[in-house]
């Protein structure tokens, strides 16, 4: 089953604009983290926050992690059409072991 | 080794028939997932090793599915007398912490 869902669907910005996409999951989470996948491809590790942690940053990535909305963010800046792609926020429970639950993902479409 | 390899890449196969799918891990990886993606969706957890053990398998995973980890190495994951349902991107990955993903094996069942 689903973790939970992201936010929105679907996105269509123009190349250089910033995009951002959300996550809501349901359990207690030792980590979130965020996959790139482009179509019919396998998925790439993006960023990993813990739940310790409130922001992080990789390049042009910024996650946010709010535990007490159960919700994250992730921020895309001067997006390029090679970010076309669909993004998946993905969580592993407390006392598992690494075993992640994937959201619904976003499709996102960068407009040259 | 540069990553997490499956194969096949794509497979095509009669409804009732037998496949099997292979995915060699990151060498030094001890864990290794296997995942199921179908359309619009994103993966859902099929089963998890750690080293040669199958710790855990997901209820999504009925009696037509095995898999394997012989001596904790490559895996295997057979579906015996496939049905329709089971077209899905089949995922591999190993980990420690921030898994690596293979590209997946695209089963479609006829």
């Known amino acids: 089953s689903q973790q939970g869902e992201e936010d929105p669907q679907a996105l269509s910005i123009q190349e250089g604009e910033n995009a951002t996409m959300n996550c809501s999951y349901k359990?207690?989470?030792?980590?979130l983290q965020w996959y790139r996948q482009n179509s019919g491809r396998g998925l790439v590790h993006l960023i990993l926050?813990?739940?310790?942690?409130r922001e992080k940053h990789s390049g042009r990535l910024r996650v946010t992690l709010d535990t007490s909305k159960k919700s994250s963010s992730l921020l895309i800046t001067a997006s390029r059409a090679a970010d076309t792609a669909s993004y998946f926020c993905?969580?592993?429970?407390?006392?598992?072991?690494?075993?992640?639950?994937f959201g619904t993902g976003t499709r996102l479409t960068i407009i040259p | 080794d540069t990553g997490v390899s499956q194969n096949p890449r794509h497979k095509i196969t009669k409804r009732g028939q037998n496949v099997t799918f292979r995915c060699d891990p990151i060498s030094e990886h001890n864990r290794l997932y296997w995942y199921r993606q179908t359309l619009g969706q994103g993966p859902e957890f099929l089963t998890y090793f750690q080293n040669e053990a199958q710790l855990e398998k997901s209820r999504l995973l009925s009696d037509r599915f095995s898999a394997e980890r012989p001596k904790g190495s490559f895996s295997t994951l057979e579906i015996q007398r496939t049905e329709q349902g089971d077209s899905a991107m089949y995922l591999c990955a190993s980990s420690p912490l921030g898994y690596t993903f293979g590209s997946g094996t695209r089963l479609t069942v006829v």
């Open positions: 926050i813990r739940s310790n942690e």
């Open positions: 359990t207690s989470i030792n980590n």
């Open positions: 993905a969580t592993d429970e407390y006392g598992t072991y690494e075993k992640l639950t």
